[in-house]
């Protein structure tokens, strides 16, 4: 039987991994921090390790007697203190690394992320080739590029590791994506920055959980890819949002702000709350968040889909119809 240990389980993506893979006949255990997604998982037969990146020995012990070992754990968010980004996203890495090395796991599958590219400017079809911005956008896309180069040194010691960069991942689950623009819609409105004309690239749950699995069965030869994942079908801003509104039947409020205006309000409010760390935990937006929201990027699929044979199965209209259902029937 493939054994297989998914960390960061009790994320979206990592939680729709494990679940696929049991129900490919894989021996999956689940490692992640939340403990009662943990016991809903270990009820559905996948053993639940309670465990932060941090720590080591929990790390590398759950690591052993597994064939693979996907890495979808990381600290993924717009604002934080680098240190804690380092501490989760680099050592948690590290940590991963030397875990499947001591246990002679077959091959690591790391998640990195899209954000790499980014660097406020329009970009369509990205390869994996492209050089990489000189400066990260933020404290998560730089610990993100630090922890790919552990991945890919780690080649050198023996371990076979492919990384897949799946750009924003939604679906029936998604507790982040599309429930944030639902609570912005709600309380002042969707900005629409420049119109909503930005081109912007998605990945369907199924579609994003099938790149994994096939980088994890992926020859030897594909070892050491780098695989940018999405649905393939870049959409504008503003259809999206009307798509995805008209299936929620729900009202659409949108307010119409120029990219400048945008820009400089969210570095505004980034000095704000840096200066005033009682104001919460994060400002209500930043410019990253707004760049997301004002900027193309599409990215080349080409080495997916020679590397891992990776072809998108649930379109985007299909995705959003499954998003919407499962979210009417879902309790508020």
Not at 144 to 166: C, N, Y
């Amino acid at each position: 039987m493939t054994k297989v240990l998914v960390t960061g389980a009790t994320g979206f993506l990592g939680q729709a991994t494990a679940l696929r893979l049991r129900d490919l006949g894989w021996d999956v255990v689940g490692l992640g921090r939340d403990e009662n997604i943990g016991r809903r998982l270990t009820l559905q037969g996948i053993p639940f390790v309670q465990a932060d990146l941090r720590d080591r020995r929990k790390v590398e012990d759950a690591c052993a007697g597994r064939n693979f070992v996907i890495h979808c754990a990381a600290l993924s968010s717009p604002w934080g203190s680098y240190r804690a980004f380092h501490e989760t996203n680099v050592s948690g890495t590290e940590h991963v690394v030397a875990g499947c090395l001591r246990h002679g796991v077959r091959r690591l599958v790391h998640v990195s992320t899209p954000s790499l590219y980014f660097n406020y400017k329009d970009r369509l079809h990205i390869s994996e080739r492209e050089e990489l911005p000189r400066k990260p956008a933020n404290a998560y896309a730089a610990t993100k590029r630090i922890a790919e180069r552990i991945v890919a040194d780690a080649a050198a010691d023996g371990l076979s590791s492919i990384i897949v960069r799946p750009r924003a991942v939604f679906g029936p689950g998604d507790t982040s994506l599309f429930p944030r623009l639902l609570r912005v819609n709600e309380s002042r409105g969707i900005p629409l920055i420049g119109g909503g004309e930005a081109l912007l690239d998605l990945t369907y749950i199924d579609n994003a959980v099938d790149g994994l699995v096939l980088a994890c069965t992926a020859p030897e030869a594909s070892a050491g890819a780098i695989c940018n994942l999405s649905n393939g079908e870049p959409v504008k801003l503003v259809d999206l949002l009307r798509r995805l509104f008209e299936l929620l039947e729900l009202p659409l409020r949108t307010r119409r702000v120029s990219r400048p205006a945008a820009l400089a309000a969210g570095q505004a409010l980034e000095c704000l709350y840096r200066a005033f760390p009682a104001l919460g935990a994060e400002p209500p937006f930043t410019r990253y968040t707004v760049g997301l929201l004002a900027y193309s990027q599409t990215l080349d699929l080409t080495e997916a889909r020679r590397a891992l044979n990776y072809e998108p199965r649930v379109s985007l209209d299909e995705g959003l119809r499954r998003f919407a259902d499962w979210r009417r029937s879902s309790p508020s």
